[in-house]
């Protein structure tokens, strides 16, 4: 993998760049601006704010994971689902493997989510007693079919809002391999209803929104190491991969300590309460 630049920048769009690339915005940008960013667009983006070695210890747990499933199970205690039209690859190398969840509690990602930093970034938002309730590695092989135009907030039925998503590069994504596309602004909106993925043959759970017009979508370009911090309704999606590499981050999302979760027991949902900031 590329090395992550060492370099920390705050993104959102002013309706003029056509993408989220580091090279149009300065360096350091302090915390206020990243909380502007976050009530005018619903995200901002943090370059380089992980080091490479991370990201290749969490590379090669999830390999080993993927690798001792036959693409559907749990494992070690993780949730491992298959990429739908990937289907007929073989499940021995992985490759098959779309998603891992519930990794959090992992010696390889359960510092990452815990470490001070990361929570005195969120805290300004939901608080200084935070919960970690979702994890999941994304693979995104070749060929791998991307996810439709969603917010995060409709699998989240919840007794508050919103809950903060924090998307890792693990590799680089870009246009080619299906980085993904946001749309600034309408996450101070509702969830918009959702229906069933129309293609046949997506991936399990795969839902989408119909009733918006997308046109003003912006791609999120990232190398290793940058993190995008996003509200969960912010709507997002993305696009297949056509590289010949992977595209791989690691997720987390956040809640409020004390929320109470109203829907159904969900099996990729893991309530793990982060040590409190004084």
Same mark, same amino acid.
């Given at each position: 993998m590329a090395e992550a630049p060492a370099r920390t920048t705050s993104q959102s769009s002013n309706g003029d760049p056509d993408s989220l690339d580091p090279s149009d915005h300065l360096d350091h940008l302090d915390h206020l601006d990243h909380l502007d960013s976050w009530e005018r667009d619903g995200f901002f983006v943090l370059r380089g704010?992980?080091? &490479?070695?991370?990201?290749?210890?969490?590379?090669?747990?999830?390999?080993?994971?993927?690798?001792?499933?036959?693409?559907?199970?749990?494992?070690?205690?993780?949730?491992?689902?298959?990429?739908?039209?990937? &289907?007929?690859?073989?499940?021995?190398?992985?490759?098959?493997?779309?998603?891992?969840? /519930?990794?959090?509690?992992?010696?390889a990602f359960r510092p990452f989510v815990e470490q001070q930093r990361l929570r005195e970034l969120v805290a300004p938002i939901l608080g200084k007693r935070l919960d970690c309730f979702l994890s999941q590695f994304i693979f995104k092989n070749p060929g791998a079919w991307g996810q439709p135009w969603h917010q995060d907030s409709h699998y989240f039925p919840f007794d508050r809002s919103p809950q903060v998503g924090l998307w890792l590069a693990v590799t680089e994504a870009t246009l080619e391999n299906g980085c993904l596309h946001v749309l600034p602004g309408p996450h101070r909106e509702p969830v918009h209803e959702h229906?069933?993925? /129309? /293609?046949?043959?997506?991936?399990?759970?795969?839902?989408?929104?119909?009733?918006?017009? *997308?046109?003003?979508?912006?791609?999120?370009?990232?190398?290793?190491?940058?993190?995008?911090? *996003?509200?969960?309704?912010?709507?997002?999606?993305?696009?297949?991969?056509?590289?010949?590499?992977?595209?791989?981050?690691?997720?987390?999302?956040?809640?409020?300590?004390?929320? /109470?979760?109203?829907?159904?027991?969900?099996?990729?949902?893991d309530w793990l309460p982060l040590p409190p900031l004084e």
């Open positions: 704010f992980e080091p &490479q070695p991370t990201l290749d210890a969490m590379l090669a747990r999830v390999e080993a994971l993927a690798q001792g499933s036959s693409g559907l199970g749990v494992v070690e205690g993780s949730l491992v689902m298959p990429e739908s039209n990937l &289907q007929d690859a073989p499940a021995e190398d992985g490759t098959v493997v779309s998603k891992i969840f /519930r990794l959090h509690r992992d010696p229906v069933p993925d /129309r /293609r046949p043959g997506a991936n399990y759970g795969y839902r989408e929104i119909v009733d918006m017009d *997308f046109s003003a979508s912006v791609p999120v370009l990232m190398e290793p190491g940058d993190l995008l911090v *996003f509200h969960s309704h912010l709507m997002h999606a993305s696009t297949d991969n056509e590289s010949a590499g992977l595209r791989a981050a690691m997720v987390y999302h956040v809640a409020e300590s004390g929320t /109470r979760d109203l829907g159904p027991p969900s099996p990729v949902n």
